[in-house]
């Protein structure tokens, strides 16, 4: 089980809001990755929360710093809508790639992209919010701002068919509030997937972790580790104490 730390991006700052709202500038992004590397963090993830409102060349400049200090896997994600897109990201210090908004309104990218980095290379960001007239979940597009409609467990299947090699779905009702994953969500959801699944959203307490399942290969954490109320440490321990292996 991967311990993943989260950090949402605006220009090179670190950023935390509730439900992808209301963000608030935390500090140097930087400087936090380098800290969650040195804590045991198995893998950053930025997600550039701005990049298709600005230029990318912050989040570029990010990149070949934090790679400077920083020896674990980093997946950036934002504003992705093409190959050469992708592949600026991996010329600056990226390991992985992930796509949203540009897959759901192009479903073919994935396949585009599946084909010139591999699926290990290429992860689906899933922005889930529960639908409860329909008793589902719809995915949203532009960082939780836009329901394009379609239902979560439908667009998971269809991005793993075309090659994507990871889901990395997060709860946008549990986002920031720390109160627990969405563990209906986490298991409709694991029902369905043959690719490595992370969870985002709502983590806060070591007894969060016990609706995992084995379909579940990471967690990606932000606000706890944030605000310093879990350590990674905890983290780690807690899983083995659960049946999980992690790494060291």
Same mark, same amino acid.
């Given at each position: 089980?991967?311990?993943?730390?989260?950090?949402?991006?605006?220009?090179?700052?670190?950023?935390?809001?509730?439900?992808?709202?209301?963000?608030?500038?935390?500090?140097?992004?930087? %400087?936090? $990755? #380098? =800290?969650?590397?040195? &804590?045991? +963090?198995? /893998?950053?993830?930025?997600?550039?929360?701005?990049?298709?409102?600005?230029?990318?060349?912050?989040?570029?400049?990010?990149?070949?710093?934090?790679?400077?200090?920083?020896?674990?896997?980093?997946?950036?994600?934002?504003?992705?809508?093409?190959?050469?897109?992708?592949?600026?990201?991996?010329?600056?210090?990226?390991?992985?790639?992930?796509?949203?908004?540009?897959?759901?309104?192009?479903?073919?990218?994935?396949?585009?992209?599946?084909?010139?980095?591999?699926?290990?290379?290429?992860?689906?960001?899933?922005?889930?919010?529960?639908?409860?007239?329909?008793?589902?979940?719809?995915?949203?597009?532009?960082?939780?701002? %836009?329901? $394009? #409609? =379609?239902?979560?467990? &439908?667009? +998971?299947? /269809?991005?793993?068919?075309?090659?994507?090699?990871?889901?990395?779905?997060?709860?946008?009702?549990?986002?920031?509030?720390?109160?627990?994953?969405?563990?209906?969500?986490?298991?409709?959801?694991?029902?369905?997937?043959?690719?490595?699944?992370?969870?985002?959203?709502?983590?806060?307490?070591?007894?969060?972790?016990?609706?995992?399942?084995?379909?579940?290969?990471?967690?990606?954490?932000?606000?706890?580790?944030?605000?310093?109320?879990?350590?990674?440490?905890?983290?780690?321990?807690?899983?083995?104490?659960?049946?999980?292996?992690?790494?060291?």
């Amino acid at each position: 089980m991967r311990v993943i730390s989260r950090l949402d991006i605006k220009n090179n700052y670190l950023i935390k809001g509730l439900a992808l709202e209301g963000l608030r500038q935390l500090g140097a992004a930087k %400087d936090y $990755s #380098k =800290k969650y590397y040195e &804590e045991g +963090a198995d /893998e950053i993830v930025y997600i550039d929360n701005v990049a298709s409102l600005y230029s990318r060349d912050g989040i570029f400049e990010l990149l070949r710093e934090t790679v400077k200090e920083v020896f674990i896997p980093i997946t950036v994600g934002g504003g992705i809508r093409s190959v050469e897109d992708a592949y600026k990201y991996f010329m600056n210090g990226a390991d992985k790639i992930f796509i949203n908004t540009a897959a759901v309104n192009n479903p073919k990218l994935i396949d585009e992209l599946v084909t010139d980095f591999g699926s290990a290379n290429v992860s689906l960001s899933i922005e889930a919010k529960k639908n409860l007239n329909e008793n589902n979940w719809d995915v949203y597009t532009s960082n939780g701002r %836009d329901n $394009s #409609k =379609k239902i979560v467990i &439908e667009w +998971a299947k /269809e991005a793993i068919e075309r090659g994507v090699g990871e889901i990395f779905l997060t709860s946008i009702d549990n986002d920031g509030f720390q109160s627990g994953f969405d563990s209906e969500l986490v298991t409709k959801i694991s029902e369905i997937v043959s690719v490595p699944l992370v969870i985002s959203g709502g983590f806060g307490a070591l007894d969060h972790l016990s609706i995992l399942n084995k379909k579940v290969s990471a967690i990606a954490i932000g606000s706890s580790l944030h605000y310093e109320k879990i350590t990674i440490k905890e983290i780690k321990s807690k899983l083995e104490e659960l049946g999980y292996e992690t790494r060291k």
